[in-house]
Nanobody, 124 residues
Framework: QVQLVESGGGLVQAGGSLRLSCAAS????????MGWFRQAPGKEREFVAA????????NYADSVKGRFTISRDNAKNTVYLQMNSLKPEDTAVYYC?????????????????WGQGTQVTVSQ
């Protein structure tokens, strides 16, 4: 089992920044790709960003490209999501997940483990 705990969410004004963290514990973190998804009220969970185990490959949703950056520190078993130029439409609960096959990183079904989520609210 891998336990994932997100942190760093909060309330921010439009144009501001937040950095989310996702700390992994339990069995080895080794070999897992990591991703961030989000779910706004009344909407389905959607892909935000993903990063391969070694960090050499990343993918982003079109809606966040150029504004969000995913990174990881395997020594700390932690993945980050730096969010800049935030917009009200970024308001959602953000979830991190871990999976084994990066080819499926854009789909939630490819993830084996999920965190409990952290709320991000962007005001006008």
């Amino acid at each position: 089992q891998v336990q994932l705990v997100e942190s760093g969410g909060g309330l921010v004004q439009a144009g501001g920044s937040l950095r989310l963290s996702c700390a992994a514990s339990g069995r080895t973190f080794s070999g897992y790709f990591m991703g961030w998804f989000r779910q706004a009220p009344g909407k389905e969970r959607e892909f935000v960003a993903a990063i391969s185990w070694g960090g050499g490959t990343t993918n982003y949703a079109d809606s966040v490209k150029g504004r969000f950056t995913i990174s990881r520190d395997n020594a700390k078993n932690t993945v980050y999501l730096q969010m800049n130029s935030l917009k009200p439409e970024d308001t959602a609960v953000y979830y991190c997940g871990a999976g084994r096959r990066y080819s499926g990183a854009l789909k939630g079904a490819s993830y084996d483990y999920w965190g409990q989520g952290t709320q991000v609210t962007v005001s006008q």
